[in-house]
């Protein structure tokens, strides 16, 4: 039976490479564009803008490394370069686990069919390092070799049969969009099913749905090391803001923004990228009052970036009074409101800014959820001060996080040495071993 599975995995696999490298000989226009998405290279170091966010990651690896995203062609480069998934494990250690290449490449899903989801999520990220060949492919959004649309990461599948909206019943647009939503939407790996990707969304889909879900189940990503708190980590929930946007009920889809139509006569420009850059080809199609529009969109830009700046400064002193607090002797009993709003606060607003685009894709949410995130923040710091107080605790120490690197000091990560260690794997493995699609230069 195992074989039979391995059999029909490993012949599905060839058969979509098979028709993967006859879709590029067939539709060369679309592999020129999807080949162009390398013209865009530039990214933010978004732990050098908000350096706050380090504290609030602290003891997870997204306080070490994280950047905006860039063009699809760098999609392999950039998750192996990252300091976010280290290193070779010593043998006999645990790495990352190879689910982080799943939002990268078709060899994700292919690995999957022939070792089974957990066989391939409980293997490290390196160990497959060497077999991934293709970068967000042509394979990944089509199947066959007549650019039919398809979903063939399985537990996007499930996700959508969870919300009562599978693949096969949805229409050509809509499906057009979930092809973007397999990649941009939130995920977590699932510990009890060797680190398995897993869509959260037994309960639906949005924050206050997936909160639920993870609540009952006392699940925690990691705990923080400041404040002791059971965190949660959202993760690009694109596909979920933009779902219940005015867009998306007037049919406006991903496509229509991100893919827009280009001049040389092909319905949609495979040249997947940024939509404000391209505000001209990308919205004044529908927008025609196009000054009126753009100063919108900036304006909701600029609500979401005071707003999370607001809450990130007192999520930082929220969780250095937490720590206060357990340094003079408090309990589990006095702190447990504290904490938890600390929990909700911070995934409220990870689920706002972990979302790329939110102040374009569904600005209404990122309001209602950075001003519930205040809310929180601001009830857990009541809570800690009048715990403070009680515990004769007058003055709290709160850190420099000034910058990144200020920020990165504070909370103890040695960053020259992980830089270090990471630039001798990148020389002598990746670049050695690993195909070229691991090493893309600007
Ligand atoms: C990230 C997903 C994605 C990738 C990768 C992708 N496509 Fe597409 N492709 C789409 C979507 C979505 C449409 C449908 C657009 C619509 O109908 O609105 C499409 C449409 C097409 C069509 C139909 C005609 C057209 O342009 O609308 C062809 C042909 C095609 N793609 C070829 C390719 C080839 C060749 C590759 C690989 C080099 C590729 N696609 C990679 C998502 C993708
Ligand atoms: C297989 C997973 C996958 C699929 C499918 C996918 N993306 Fe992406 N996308 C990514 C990753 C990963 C990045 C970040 C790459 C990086 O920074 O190295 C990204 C980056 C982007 C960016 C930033 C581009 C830039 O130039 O700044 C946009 C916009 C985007 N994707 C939109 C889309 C749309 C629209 C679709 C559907 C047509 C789509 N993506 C399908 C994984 C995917
Ligand atoms: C109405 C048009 C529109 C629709 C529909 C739309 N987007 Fe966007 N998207 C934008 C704009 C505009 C931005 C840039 C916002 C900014 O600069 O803050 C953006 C930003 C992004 C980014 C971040 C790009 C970067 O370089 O930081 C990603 C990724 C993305 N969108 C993916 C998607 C996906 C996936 C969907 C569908 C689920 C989608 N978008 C639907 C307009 C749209
Ligand atoms: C295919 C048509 C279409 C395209 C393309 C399109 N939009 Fe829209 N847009 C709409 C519709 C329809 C609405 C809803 C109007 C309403 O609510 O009265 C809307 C609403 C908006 C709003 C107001 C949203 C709000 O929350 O009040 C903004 C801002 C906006 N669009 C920006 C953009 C940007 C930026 C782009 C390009 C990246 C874009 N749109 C592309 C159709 C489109």
Known sequence: MKQCQMVIGLFAALTSLV????????????????????ASYEREDMLEKHPATVILWAGSAYAKEFHSP???QFAVTDVSHTLRTGVAPEAGEKGMSASCWTCKTPQAWQLMQKHGEQGYAGANFTDFGSQIEQVVYCSDCHQGDKGALALPRPHAKRAMEKVQLP???????????????QCHVTYYFQPEASNQ??????FGNTVDEIEKYYDTRRFYEWIHPISQTPMLKARHPEFEHWSRSKHAAQGV?????????????????????????????????????????????EANKAWVEQARTKVEDLLVKAHYEAKAAWDAGATWPQMNTAIMAIRHSQWRWDFAVSSHGVAAHNPQEAKALLNKSLEQVSLARVELAKLLATLKVDEVE?????????????IGLDMPALNQQKQDYIKATIEKQWQPVANVKP
Request: with cysteine; proline share 4%.
């Open 19 to 38: 028709a993967s490298a006859s879709m590029e000989q067939k539709y060369p226009v679309q592999t020129e564009q999807w080949q162009q998405t390398k």
């Open 70 to 72: 860039r063009g699809h």
């Open 167 to 181: 693949f096969a019943k949805q229409k050509h647009s809509m499906q057009a969009s979930q092809t973007c939503g």
């Open 197 to 202: 990707v897993n869509i959260p969304w037994i």
């Open 253 to 297: 889809g991903c496509v229509d923004c991100h893919m827009a139509a280009s001049t040389d006569g092909s319905p949609a420009s495979h040249k997947v990228g940024g939509a404000w850059e391209l505000f001209d080809s990308n919205c004044t199609s529908c927008h025609t009052n196009k000054e009126k529009t753009k100063s919108k969109l």
């Open 398 to 410: 709160y850190p420099d996080y000034s910058s990144k690197a200020s920020a990165q000091k504070a």
